[in-house]
């Protein structure tokens, strides 16, 4: 699978919109873009995830640039309960082989301060 | 709320005692994985179920033995293990092993004295 680039960590104000940046300049065409989060002391949690064109559900929006080698996770009002690590992930969408399989990076630590 | 549960939440036990780790979904999902997360460090995977066979082994010690006796419950059963094996032991399940979403327990805390 692509490896994914993500800042260590940020900060965010509560209430305003936090915009998670991912660098997955390798990326092949049959590869999605998941995001996940991991809230301290939970498992990870599934946000969204994106082939090529922007996805919006009712936790997030995923924009993807063109060329698809970023995309940006974006929380349009940030709550100190969205504290948590954000993982960016590229998976091959197959049913076979290792592949497919989940490969989590370091993510990066958001902290949405009062 | 999680869809997956795992039990017990927490788990202390001495290196020569066998457990086991119980993960329970009720989504009608065919796949189901396991994952060790160590402390600060990202989930890492461990072994694949689709369809209550073992589909991935990645490399794992077989003092960790998975078992999967029907759709919605996976076991992973301990025996012998290290202190090094002290860790976040996670469950989550997928519809099948395709591009879906995998969800998650919140898994049980391990630790070996």
């Known amino acids: 699978d692509a490896k994914t680039t993500q800042p260590t960590s940020m900060d965010c104000a509560e209430g305003r919109a936090a915009n998670l940046p991912c660098n997955h300049s390798?990326?092949?065409?049959?590869?999605?873009v998941y995001w996940y989060r991991q809230i301290h002391s939970q498992g990870p949690q599934y946000i969204i995830h994106g082939l090529k064109n922007n996805e919006t559900n009712e936790m997030a929006s995923l924009i993807i640039t063109e060329d698809r080698k970023s995309s940006t996770l974006i929380l349009p009002h940030a709550t100190l309960r969205d504290t948590a690590v954000y993982y960016c992930?590229?998976?091959?969408?197959?049913?076979?082989?290792?592949?497919?399989?989940?490969?989590f990076g370091k993510g990066t630590k958001l902290s949405v301060k009062p | 709320d999680t869809e997956v549960t795992q039990t017990p939440k927490h788990l202390v036990m001495g290196m020569t005692n066998k457990k086991s780790l119980k993960c329970e979904q009720h989504?009608?999902?065919?796949?189901m994985y396991w994952y060790k997360q160590k402390a600060k460090k990202p989930p890492e995977l461990m072994f694949v179920y689709s369809y209550e066979k073992l589909s991935i082994n990645e490399s794992v010690p077989s003092r960790f033995s998975p078992e999967c006796p029907n759709s919605s419950l996976l076991n992973l059963h301990l025996h012998a293990l290290q202190p090094e094996d002290s860790a976040l032991y996670l469950c989550?399940?997928?519809?099948?092993?395709?591009?879906?979403?995998?969800?998650f327990g919140d898994g049980t805390r391990l630790s070996i004295l």
């Open positions: 989550a399940s997928s519809l099948t092993r395709g591009y879906q979403p995998q969800h």
């Open positions: 992930i590229v998976r091959v969408a197959n049913y076979g082989g290792s592949q497919g399989n989940l490969i």
């Open positions: 390798t990326i092949s065409g049959n590869e999605y």
């Open positions: 989504m009608g999902h065919r796949a």
